[in-house]
């Protein structure tokens, strides 16, 4: 099973740049999430669905942009990066019920120059 | 707001030594408690998940008890291993949230010396 997969590992951008990051799953889990992970911050939820169609801002979700077509997929979009977009992204992902553990992927590490 | 914190910060034993993580949360209304393991570079690995109905889960030498009306979680790791070094993230629903709105807290980082 291939479980969450993001892409790309890592990637350099300049202030102003777009850009998505990629976050597939295919273990049919209905909810999927983005976190941002910064040194001294911990995770930081910045969007999240709970299924197709529906999504909803999480704790940080400025700058961000989300959409889910599809149950397999979640990109996340950077509509104009900030060196304070600078982090390391995570998905998960898990089924709704209380039970179940979240699933993440490996990350994205993202520098904005 | 919910709010995790974990104590201590870093931890570092010699191999084979018996030892305690701590997670404190401020909301004790929560669905269930989780224990994670991030080795450098690397995702979270999901170790226990522990539901509010519950005290405690096991997996092998690990073990996790969960005190709502506390706000406290601790996870025994026994006969700690070098290749039990990493961090280590405790979680908590959002206040108010479903269960998969997580709110983290900043990790402990074990270190075991052989």
């Known amino acids: 099973n291939a479980g969450v997969t993001q892409t790309p590992k890592f990637q350099v951008l300049k202030t102003g740049q777009s850009m998505t990051l990629q976050c597939a799953q295919d273990m049919n889990h209905e909810y999927m999430s983005w976190y941002r992970q910064d040194p001294g911050m911990g995770l930081r939820l910045i969007h999240y669905?709970?299924?197709?169609?529906?999504?909803d801002q999480g704790e940080v979700p400025n700058g961000y942009n989300v959409s889910r077509s599809t149950t397999e997929d979640f990109p996340l979009r950077l509509l104009s990066a900030a060196p304070s977009q600078t982090s390391v992204y995570f998905c998960?992902?898990?089924?709704?019920?209380?039970?179940?553990?979240?699933?993440f992927g490996d990350g994205t590490r993202l520098s904005i120059l | 707001k919910q709010e995790v914190t974990q104590i201590p910060a870093a931890l570092s034993v010699p191999e084979g030594e018996n030892l305690v993580l701590n997670c404190s949360f401020t909301?004790?209304?929560?669905?269930?408690l989780q224990w994670f393991r991030q080795d450098p570079g690397k995702g979270l690995t999901s170790l226990l998940l522990?539901?509010?109905?519950?005290r405690e889960q096991t997996s092998g030498r690990l073990n996790a008890s969960l005190d709502k009306s506390s706000g406290r979680s601790t996870l025994y790791i026994a006969a700690s291993q070098p290749g039990d070094s990493a961090t280590y993230l405790c979680?908590?629903?959002?206040?108010?949230?479903?269960?998969?709105?997580?709110?983290f807290g900043k990790g402990t980082k074990l270190s075991v010396i052989p």
């Open positions: 522990i539901q509010s109905s519950q």
């Open positions: 669905s709970v299924g197709a169609g529906i999504t």
């Open positions: 979680a908590v629903p959002y206040s108010g949230a479903g269960s998969y709105q997580l709110t």
């Open positions: 998960a992902s898990s089924h709704r019920e209380s039970n179940q553990p979240q699933h």
């Open positions: 909301d004790s209304a929560i669905y269930n």
